[in-house]
T-cell receptor, first 117, second 113 residues
């Protein structure tokens, strides 16, 4: 079974600084998808960024970027120029290549990010 | 707005009771997933339906059941409720192929007293 590990329960960053959240996963598959979701205090689940395992290029979405290391099974999220609105719980998630129909997401336990002035 | 609608937003009930949570997926999405998030925990996968058929089960209790109807909305039924069932229940939907992300509803917060 696939597992996702987020080893940092809490992180803190000053406004305008850069922070990196770690994620590792375990799979025997060669093709899959990885995601970062953000859960603010409102408890909504908001997609931040996605990465296809077959793509070597790291995904980027505005201030958010990933460092995808396939051999190391590592998928970290970098937030640049941190803003107060970035304060949230961040979940890393893995999705296997679907066979016939779309497959579920497996989530890590989350990293709570605090942004300070 | 994700396009996924969950009702009700909040539900307070007593132990031993039965409740039904409802989910309407995004227009065009055939897959519906249910997740449970207990206080300050990650999201635990419960069950996945695709176009009316059950496709995968996670750690779903026997007291819980779900179905997806011909109009693609889904219901999660929780019975013989216990205090430990108090949680945020999310519904998510997606299209095929699998690199499309899951789009989550705002969740139903269930409190069992």
């Amino acid at each position: 079974a696939q597992t996702v590990t987020q080893s940092q329960p809490e992180m803190s960053v000053q406004e305008a600084e850069t922070v990196t959240l770690s994620c590792t996963y375990d799979t025997s598959e060669s093709d899959y998808y990885l995601f970062w979701y953000k859960q603010p205090p409102s408890r909504q689940m908001i997609l931040v960024i996605r990465q296809e395992a077959y793509k070597q290029q790291n995904a980027t979405e505005n201030r958010f970027s990933v460092n995808f290391q396939k051999a190391a099974k590592s998928f970290s999220l970098k937030i640049s120029d941190s803003q107060l609105g970035d304060a949230a719980m961040y979940f890393c998630a893995y999705r296997a290549l679907p066979t016939g129909t779309a497959s579920k997401l497996t989530f890590g336990t989350g990293t709570r990010l605090q942004v300070t002035l | 707005d994700s396009g996924v609608t969950q009702t009700p937003k909040h539900l307070i009930t007593a132990t031993g009771q039965r409740v039904t949570l409802r989910c309407s997926p995004r227009s065009g999405d055939l897959s519906v997933y249910w997740y449970q998030q207990s206080l300050d925990q990650g999201l635990q996968f419960l069950i996945h339906y695709y176009n009316g058929e059950e496709r995968a089960k996670g750690n779903i209790l026997e007291r819980f059941s779900a179905q997806q109807f011909p109009d693609l909305h889904s219901e999660l039924n929780l019975s013989s409720l216990e205090l430990g069932d108090s949680a945020l229940y999310f519904c998510a939907s997606s299209t095929y192929p699998g690199n499309s992300p899951l789009h989550f509803g705002n969740g139903t917060r269930l409190t069992v007293t």
